[in-house]
């Protein structure tokens, strides 16, 4: 082949060879920061599960069943404490029976969990924190919206028990104690959200 041919495909080759050193240092970079958050003690991952919500403060209720699903976050402190902040889209309401007709009462929140978790025995945890939450829909039997009458945000005192297994899945359940009134109005009637959730995760 002619010598200009030859000293072209020399420099496609080095070019090459040099773009894969490239590609393989930033493959081994990333890995070298992964591995430092897990050393770290960061861990994040999906949770999923399901919510039994009532209200208090309004007599003959029943409670609702729906769904929880999110993502979290959590930080190691140490090797008995950590802090875990989660989002997490949930449904709640509840069953009402007046006059011998059914309603039912369906809301879903946004939320913000912030969750201390305190390590008993391997990796059975005590959880204790706090969440705030924003009304995503509200609707009732016969009524397309409650929006006029629902406080748009929530906020709840939350417990719980999980435990973390070394594979990465979590069980988890809460019970949410509501802070706030669920009303809006100038009703003298104190509604109040209270559900328990029971959640399962994978934590990377």
């Not at 979290?72 to 140490?78: H, K, M, Q, S, V």
């Not at 912030?114 to 924003?134: D, E, R, S």
Request: aromatic share 12%.
């Amino acid at each position: 082949q002619p010598e200009p041919k030859k000293n072209l495909y020399k420099i496609i080759l080095i070019k090459s060879i040099i773009t894969m050193k490239k590609g393989l240092l930033a493959i081994f970079a990333m890995l070298c920061v992964t591995a430092t958050a897990s050393a770290q003690g960061w861990g994040f991952g999906p949770k999923v599960g399901a919510t039994f919500a009532n209200v208090n403060g309004l007599e003959g209720t029943k409670m609702k069943a729906g769904v929880v699903a999110g993502m979290f976050a959590e930080r190691d402190i140490n090797n008995w404490f950590s802090i875990q902040a989660e989002l997490l889209w949930s449904q709640q309401g509840y069953h009402q029976k007046m006059a011998g007709e059914a309603f039912d009462t369906r809301l879903s929140y946004v939320y913000l969990p912030v969750v201390t978790k305190y390590y008993l025995i391997g990796g059975m945890n005590v959880q204790l924190g706090a969440q705030f939450g924003y009304l995503v829909t509200s609707k009732a039997t016969g009524s397309p919206s409650l929006k006029p009458v629902i406080n748009k945000y929530n906020v709840d005192a939350l417990v719980g028990l999980g435990y973390d297994f070394n594979c990465g899945l979590m069980i988890e359940g809460r019970y949410n104690i509501g802070l706030t009134n669920l009303q809006r109005t100038n009703d003298p009637l104190d509604l109040r959200n209270a559900t328990m959730e029971v959640m399962v995760g994978w934590k990377f």
